[in-house]
């Protein structure tokens, strides 16, 4: 009887030891966690009891504070990409509204003939469908970011669509004197997609290369594990930074001061992703080559 009792007892201290070394320890742990939110830590738990549900906990606790550590990083870095949005959106909105505003003030407050007055009204027209160009780009890129309906599609023909955007920017390429030239295998391949994103995609990526390339375009069509279309130019800025022309307001391109958003290529690239599919660009001497690819789904006729 003695001995169950004595047993009875050690095991009550050894319980009662292990109970205020876990009660200690999770102290230490929430000092720890406390000094960790005051001093922004980048530190992690650590275990100094050995436990097995202890350890469990630590995994957990640790795992959450790196998620949360990351989830700050992309906060800041979507914090300074926002401020630095609204300052090109406010440099760029008010550079063609100044310039419109300014020869309204020339027309009304000077005596020009009927052909000046005709030239300057042109310009402001010019200056006018500029902002208007900027404020859809802006609205398609807020529509981006905030868009969460499901993504409607239908079939359609991937080449009929490319030969559409072609059409789009034929006269403005012509007055430059230069050419689109579209190679394919196949008049028709049919794709169950986005019409309307496709139509931006390519819009976007030919005016692109109207805009800060120089001589023929040439778009070729590859069918191999998947849809791959390739746009080919010769670049007028030979600095060009390929790793960032994807990047919203990319300001290092000579599309700033061309007039550019800096949000053409950033917009084909999301709507690339949201169909499904990926684009990258590569530099090869002088020329860009800018490369679309879809999964390969498509019924060819």
């Known amino acids: 009887m003695g001995i169950i009792i004595f047993l009875l007892v050690m095991i009550i201290l050894g319980l009662s030891t292990y109970l205020f070394c876990m009660k200690l320890e999770l102290k230490r742990i929430t000092e720890s966690m406390k000094k960790m939110g005051k001093n922004d830590s980048n530190l992690l738990l650590h275990q100094e009891l050995p436990s097995k549900e202890l350890h469990s906990l630590m995994i957990e606790i640790n795992c959450l504070l790196e ?15 926002l401020k630095k949005m609204m300052m090109n959106i406010s440099h760029d909105l008010r550079t063609p509204l100044t ?6 003030d020339i027309l009304l407050s000077s005596n020009l003939s009927k052909e000046e ?47 559409e955007s072609i059409a789009h920017s034929y006269e403005d390429y012509l007055r430059e004197n230069r050419q689109i030239v579209f190679d394919r295998e196949n008049s028709k391949i049919k794709i169950d997609s986005n019409i309307e994103m496709l139509t931006r995609i ?32 010769q670049l007028k800025n030979k600095k060009l930074e390929v790793d960032k022309i994807f990047d919203e307001f990319y300001t290092e391109d000579i599309s700033r001061t061309k007039g550019g958003t800096g949000l053409g290529l950033a917009i084909a690239k999301e709507f690339t ?3 499904g599919g990926k684009i990258e660009a590569k530099k090869e001497k002088n020329y860009l080559k800018i490369i679309f690819h879809l999964p390969k789904k498509e019924n060819h006729r």
């Open 67 to 81: 998620e949360m550590k990351q989830q700050e990083i992309l906060f800041e870095r979507n914090n300074h990409s």
């Open 99 to 104: 310039s419109a505003l300014g020869y309204i």
């Open 117 to 163: 007055q005709e030239k300057e009204l042109r310009i402001i027209e010019e200056r006018l469908k500029r902002l208007e160009e900027l404020i859809s780009s802006f609205f398609d890129f807020s529509k981006i970011i905030f868009q969460k309906e499901p993504l409607e599609t239908e079939e359609v023909n991937i080449i009929a669509v490319i030969e």
């Open 202 to 233: 390519f819009d976007n990526l030919i005016g692109n290369a109207l805009k800060h390339g120089i001589g023929d375009l040439e778009i070729t069509v590859h069918q191999t594990e998947s849809l791959k279309i390739v746009f080919r130019n």
């Open 273 to 275: 992703e949201q169909l």
